[in-house]
């Protein structure tokens, strides 16, 4: 287990669900990995990521589906890509990343509760 944090140190992580509307192999990575770009809805709109879920996805797969992803995280340069927005997962038995959504289609920009 790690540091316990306060209530209040929760709620200042954004975390939302957006949908994928585009996708593409990211070749330029250190390790296999998909370009996206998530749509949060209305006051957030589309943001952009890379993640290393190449094992269980094509950028084909990811399109139209939801993701959750920390929407307050300052903007970060991985490699020549600018990634805006953390998508969250967990680990398979063999390591890889498997993403988080919700289990029934929610309207897009709906925050984590």
Do not use: C
């Not at 296999?32 to 094509?58: C, L, N």
């Amino acid at each position: 287990m790690t540091d316990e944090i306060s209530f209040d140190d929760f709620l200042k992580v954004d975390i939302r669900v957006g949908r994928v509307t585009r996708a593409e192999p990211f070749p330029e990575a250190r390790k296999p990995a998909i370009k996206m770009w998530i749509d949060f809805g209305g006051d957030i709109g589309e943001r952009k990521t890379s993640a290393q879920v190449t094992a269980h996805y094509t950028p084909e797969s990811l399109l139209g589906r939801q993701v959750m992803g920390v929407v307050n995280f300052p903007p970060r340069q991985i490699g020549p890509f600018m990634s805006e927005v953390l998508v969250l997962g967990l680990p398979d038995a063999d390591g890889e990343i498997v993403l988080l959504r919700p289990d029934q289609d929610v309207p897009d920009g709906g925050r984590m509760h």
